[in-house]
């Protein structure tokens, strides 16, 4: 079964946090990346996402050095609607 892989980047114009994250992130871009699966037995092309990661640099990296971290799209969404609105809740 072959994977499709999406890569998208997001902005966050204040310093935000996520579930599961014990650091708040910096004001930033940040690439997230999906993987999605086809659904078999279809009459129709479909896919399933099966994880969604954010790739956030690490605390102690050198230049470049990045992380990924799973992240629910719905928790993801939820923060950059928080900083859309100038919110600082988690």
Do not use: N
Request: charged share 20%; aromatic share 8%.
């Amino acid at each position: 079964m072959s994977l499709r892989t999406t890569s998208k980047t997001i902005s966050f114009a204040r310093p935000f946090s996520l579930d599961g994250l014990d650091e708040t992130q910096l004001a930033g871009s940040y690439t997230v990346q999906t993987d999605e699966e086809p659904i078999e037995g279809l009459s129709f092309l479909a896919y399933r996402r099966v994880a969604t990661v954010i790739f956030l640099p690490l605390t102690h990296g050198g230049a470049g050095s990045f992380q990924a971290i799973p992240v629910a799209p719905d928790a993801l969404d939820a923060a950059l609607a928080r900083d859309a609105s100038g919110s600082h809740g988690s």
